[in-house]
């Protein structure tokens, strides 16, 4: 578990200036509950913390379709690997990493969002939801791009991502909602981008749920991919 | 002496997956490397040298064939905490030097006291003490090959595989990396070390492999393969240089070598004409010679074997 934690650490480290600049729009809605009637702007303070919450799960596509690639590219998974790391574990500690870098965002959005959106009606204990609802959902994005990273550069990668994130979706609403659950992402991204302060939402836990195992799925669908991947890049 | 590093017939192809074309950068690789052995590994850019070694690291897997290392398979991750690696060009984390070692330290389970002890320690052994506390981010390429030579050596491990370990540094640091590999040895350690500084690889490598092509085209004890030849050289002086085949003459003293059974006739020779020996010495050859032969001849590998 060591070695996965300070992977994890790692990798959180390794991605401060991109979270740093997304972190900023999180310090725009700080900044627009300080110099704003709350009360009267409370709709344009949650289209910020919604669109907040657009980018955090755009980025969490773009960390774990890039995380593999980078190490490589830099030969830096090379040192790493040379250690008593397993595969598994090295994937265990990006998809980690991942989640807590995404979580880092969702923990200053949700503190920002309590004070702003709470004060302007919205229930705190649902915005904490909205980001339990956020984590997960970056979790599960985050790992499917990492498991196609494995095998394809970070482009394809995040394009692959986004059509087995969005067919579900497409179903859910062609077919029948039912199939939005089949890789719940936009569903609970849904949850996010559809609460409103006369409707917050219902604190349904069953995507959470879900999306929790199928992130434990696709990680193990990445480290048996990857496991077979030769990660020494360079052919002499 | 028990086997710490061994490939078995190992073979790699590369696939290209846009143009399904095949490159075999090992073709039916065997080699043994032996406990408590500095073992030269040689070869020219693309003779599979980086692909043997990532091989035996498990960063990728033989096309066919097999190898262990330290007993076990390639790619276990337990033998890894054994074993010390220092990639060429060497790409480490921007972080504080000290930091940087023990963070590797720490992914090969060490931790605590002993590895802040460890990493400082190793940090002195590669005279980058005074530089613990800077970024590697900001280092030169040579201190940046001393830190990941530290981070190489922070577990203290029983094989050391090093793949062009002192490309980027200057002759002082060379000769510390080469006392390193010394105590190493001297301590029971074992070192693979792959390397284009033949010098170097003459001077301390107990057992030296050719690769060429993919395949081993040379390979035998260090002191072996540089006697090999049997000629001597004799310098005389009072001489005609042109009694002596090949002599080169050069302020009134002359050089030429001979076939080693043929020495005393010709010193007999040179003091029937009145000369005057200078010298006799057995001449060695070069690991560089023996390098150009290798490489120079395109079936060498396949049409001798291994020697």
Known sequence: MKPVLLIAINFAREQRWPMLTLLLWVLLLAFLGLVTDIHRQREDLLFVFKLDAVYVSAFSIFFGGSAIYNERRSRRILTVLSKAVGRQQYLSGLVLGVTLACAIYCFALGLTGSWTLGEAGFPISHVWFLMVCLVSACALAGTVALMFSTFLNPFFAAGATAIVLGLPALAGQIVGPQWGYVIPVWELGATVVNSSFSSPGTASWFPVALAAVETLAFWLLSARIFAYVDIAVAVE | ?307
């Open chain 2, 1 to 307: 002496m028990p086997v710490v590093l061994e490939f078995d017939n190992v073979t790699k192809e590369y696939r290209s997956f846009a143009s399904k074309r095949r490159l075999r950068a090992l073709d039916g690789f065997s080699l043994t490397v032996e406990a408590g052995e500095i073992f030269g590994f040689l070869g020219p850019n693309g003779a599979g040298k980086s692909t043997a070694i990532h091989l035996a690291m498990g960063f990728m897997r033989p096309t066919s064939g097999s190898g262990r290392l330290l007993g076990e398979r390639f790619g276990h991750p337990g033998t890894r905490r054994r074993v010390g690696f220092l990639a060429e060009s060497v790409a480490l984390y921007h972080r504080r030097a000290e930091r940087l070692v023990r963070f590797y330290g720490a992914l090969n389970g060490m931790g605590g006291t002993q590895l802040e002890n460890r990493a400082r320690q190793v940090l002195e052994i590669v005279g980058l003490q005074d530089h613990a506390n800077r970024n590697a981010g900001k280092f030169s390429r040579g201190m940046l090959q001393r830190v990941g030579l530290a981070q190489a050596i922070v577990n203290d491990p029983d094989l050391l595989i090093l793949d062009e370990p002192t490309s980027a540094l200057d002759p002082l640091s060379r000769v510390m990396v080469r006392e390193l590999l010394l105590g190493a040895r001297n301590a029971g350690k074992t070192v693979f070390l792959s390397s284009h500084l033949l010098s170097e690889v003459e001077l301390i490598c107990d057992r030296v492999a050719v690769l060429h092509r993919g395949r081993l085209a040379r390979l035998g004890r260090t002191a072996d393969l540089l006697r090999a030849g049997e000629q001597t050289e004799i310098v005389v002086r009072s001489v005609p240089v042109t009694h002596f085949e090949g002599a080169m003459a050069r302020d009134g003293i002359v050089s030429f070598s001979v076939p080693a059974h043929t020495q005393r006739a010709a010193l007999e020779k040179v003091w029937n004409l009145g000369g005057e020996v200078v010298s006799v010495n057995p001449l060695r050859r070069s690991l560089e010679q023996i390098f150009l032969e290798v490489t120079a001849d395109p079936q060498s590998a396949a049409s001798k074997g291994v020697r």
